[in-house]
């Protein structure tokens, strides 16, 4: 009996699926792209409301736009944006090809499937908050609410739509 059990476990456990392992990714950062229908707008909110910092930026050409499956050809200019100057900081890239990609600004993240919102993580959102009341830019439900102990949880929306929480104390 205890041989047969041995058997099953082992045979369980070389049947389970492997994973990627975390030594196969060359950095631990994941770049995102967003495309954005008003470059320098998006950028404003990105930079001076929620205080990422722009850490480069590049073009994507005709060509290699097509070769690549990017784009049908389009060009563009990406910014590049960090939540601050750290290699392993997550870069956000904002990119605009004018009215030929349409918003789809939903009031609610269950309203389309893909990427919704993002989560930033903030040591005081008190300043924060302040731009954006400076700003008149909506807050979404009763935002910012208490998450509990000395958290505090505020959502609104990029200039496109995309939803921007903020997690953090206010203090």
Known sequence: MKRALSIFALSAL????????P??????TISIGV????????????????????????????DFSKKSGL????????????????EDATQWKLMSFGDKAK???DPFIHNRTGMRYITIMVKDLT??????????????????????????????????GTFIELIGPMK
């Open 14 to 21: 070389l049947t389970l699926p492997t994973f990627s392992a």
């Open 103 to 105: 918003t789809q600004k």
């Open 127 to 160: 300043p924060i908050v302040k731009r954006i009341k400076e700003r008149q830019i909506k807050f979404l439900g009763e935002t910012p609410v208490p998450l509990g102990s000395n958290s505090h949880f505020a959502l609104i929306q990029d200039p496109d």
């Open 23 to 28: 030594e196969e990714f060359a950095t631990p």
């Open 35 to 62: 495309v954005v229908t008003d470059l320098e707008k998006s950028m404003e909110f990105y930079t001076n409301i929620i205080g990422m910092v722009q850490t480069g930026e590049f073009e994507i050409k005709e």
């Open 71 to 86: 784009t049908d050809g389009q060009p563009t200019k990406v910014k590049i944006l960090r939540l601050g100057k750290g």
